[in-house]
């Protein structure tokens, strides 16, 4: 139980994850990026991972970004909030300060950031589509590599 509780941990705070952040919104200082080389598309939903990277502490917290992974429902303009790791620092960095799962699905306001990337994430040409073994072969692979670099940066 304890190694279950410790993966499920590492999967979602390790922040090294991205290839490439794309900057698709600036709000008052605030920017919103989306990570392009880690769209999907599985069963009808688009899977991305956001970044937002703060110019003042936010919120009681402190924290200065947030790192969250999203199931976007395209025609009907919903997103899952799959999970969201908050840090100290800019860009993903510094002490991690909260990791939680919502799994809380949202209809987005249009004048949303968070609208902008899901919208960004739902018109990238890029993004396959995975079969079902895809999908799987591609959860094995990102939880691998979250695994090696979280005990190489140790």
Not at 68 to 94: F, H, I, P, V
Request: with cysteine; charged share 30%.
């Amino acid at each position: 139980m304890k190694k279950l509780i410790f993966l499920s941990f590492l999967l979602f705070s390790v922040n090294s994850h991205a290839v490439r952040w794309e900057k698709v919104v600036d709000v008052d200082g605030d920017s919103y990026y989306v990570d392009v080389e880690n769209i999907k598309k599985h069963n009808g939903f688009v899977y991305y991972w956001t970044m937002y990277d703060y110019l003042e502490p936010y919120a009681e917290l402190g924290y200065l970004s947030g790192i969250g992974k999203y199931k976007a429902d395209c025609e009907k303009k919903r997103q899952t909030w799959l999970t969201l790791t908050l840090y100290s620092l800019n860009m993903g960095k510094g002490k991690l300060l909260s990791d939680e799962k919502p799994n809380q699905t949202v209809l987005l306001d249009p004048r949303m950031p968070m609208y902008k990337a899901m919208e960004f994430a739902c018109k990238r040409k890029n993004s396959r589509i995975l079969t079902p073994s895809e999908f799987t072969s591609q959860i094995k692979k990102e939880t691998k590599k979250k695994l090696e670099e979280f005990f190489n940066r140790n």
